[in-house]
């Protein structure tokens, strides 16, 4: 039980990352083509990621939950 707990809090944890990670890079990269100044582009790029990670580790674990209900 504890196993799946610690799994379950790890994949959270790395889709965190990645979605946040991914759009800061791609935000950063989005808002400097605009013709925003660098410094200011990675602080917007950054408070973006914060957000959609948020809300894609809230998505992932309602689609978790779900899944794990079809089997129950």
Same mark, same amino acid.
């Given at each position: 039980?504890?196993?799946?707990?610690?799994?379950?809090?790890? +994949?959270?944890?790395?889709?965190?990352?990645? &979605?946040?990670?991914?759009?800061?890079? =791609?935000?950063? @990269?989005? /808002?400097?083509?605009?013709?925003?100044?660098? +410094?200011?582009?990675?602080?917007?790029?950054? &408070?973006?990621?914060?957000?959609?990670? =948020?809300?894609? @580790?809230? /998505?992932?674990?309602?689609?978790?939950?779900?899944?794990?209900?079809?089997?129950?």
């Amino acid at each position: 039980m504890l196993l799946n707990s610690l799994l379950r809090m790890i +994949s959270v944890i790395v889709v965190l990352l990645v &979605v946040g990670v991914g759009w800061s890079k =791609i935000g950063t @990269a989005r /808002l400097k083509k605009k013709g925003i100044e660098e +410094s200011k582009a990675r602080s917007e790029a950054s &408070v973006q990621a914060k957000k959609y990670s =948020i809300i894609a @580790a809230f /998505l992932y674990m309602v689609a978790m939950v779900s899944v794990a209900g079809l089997f129950m």
